[in-house]
């Protein structure tokens, strides 16, 4: 089946550091989304990509749906405690889709 | 934004006990809903898909008469584990999304632990 290789699988960093992380797939998606997980909680939604080279911000975050259909990147700009989670990408691979594939996420640590 | 209610948020009971679980779009229409199992520190992994009015599609390995669901409507979805057993406790969360390559909102999820 589809798979999102997620990298990396966990970061630890300084606060007011930025931070990057990035899914590929090996197949086309035609649109990627990234949702933050916090303990115990469901995944909330933090940006949606709908179009190939497709660059959006939300606040500090921004990601870019690649070019190539394949990939996408998030980045954190000047990391805060709050930003502390488990970052999955996700993404429709199809016309027509209905079932998200999730890679596998991204622990991220942020050290006052 | 989009607004998931999942309730209960967490259920302890005994084995043997069958639970629901229930999944409400509060502000939007939900063509179809979704549910999903999640193990610590994994990724979510897909148990089944409804569509208000239809049978759920069960993705393989999940069993049709452990996991109930029913899609009465636009906005409800509920998951029924019947008869649970220790093996049975997990993260369970639904989500749900309009129309088609629309993103799915997640509830809050339920931390079901049988005893």
């Known amino acids: 089946g589809q798979q999102l290789n997620q990298s990396p699988q966990s970061m630890f960093i300084q606060e007011g550091e930025d931070v990057s992380m990035n899914c590929t797939s090996s197949s086309i998606f035609n649109t990627w989304l990234w949702y933050k997980q916090d303990p115990g909680e469901g995944p909330v939604l933090l940006i949606a990509?709908?179009?190939?080279?497709e660059l959006t911000s939300n606040g500090r975050l921004t990601a870019q749906f690649g070019i190539t259909r394949k990939d996408s990147f998030l980045n954190i700009s000047a990391s805060i405690p709050s930003d502390v989670g488990i970052y999955f990408c996700a993404g429709y691979s199809g016309a027509g889709s209905y079932q998200l594939t999730f890679g596998k996420g991204t622990k991220l640590s942020v050290i006052p | 934004g989009a607004v998931v209610s999942q309730h209960p948020s967490r259920v302890i009971c005994k084995s043997g006990t069958s639970v629901k679980i229930e999944c409400r779009s509060l502000?939007?229409?939900?063509?179809?809903m979704f549910w999903y199992r999640q193990f610590p520190k994994k990724s979510l992994m897909l148990m089944a898909t409804?569509?208000?009015?239809?049978?759920?599609?069960?993705e393989q390995g999940v069993e049709k008469d452990k996991f109930l669901i029913n899609h009465a409507s636009l906005t409800l979805s509920t998951l029924t584990v019947t008869s649970a057993h220790p093996e049975d406790s997990s993260f369970y969360i639904c989500?749900?999304?309009?129309?088609?390559?629309?993103?799915?909102?997640f509830g809050d999820g339920t931390r079901l632990s049988i005893l």
């Open positions: 990509l709908y179009k190939a080279g």
């Open positions: 409804s569509n208000e009015g239809s049978k759920a599609t069960y």
């Open positions: 502000d939007f229409q939900a063509t179809t």
């Open positions: 989500s749900a999304s309009g129309p088609l390559n629309q993103p799915q909102h």
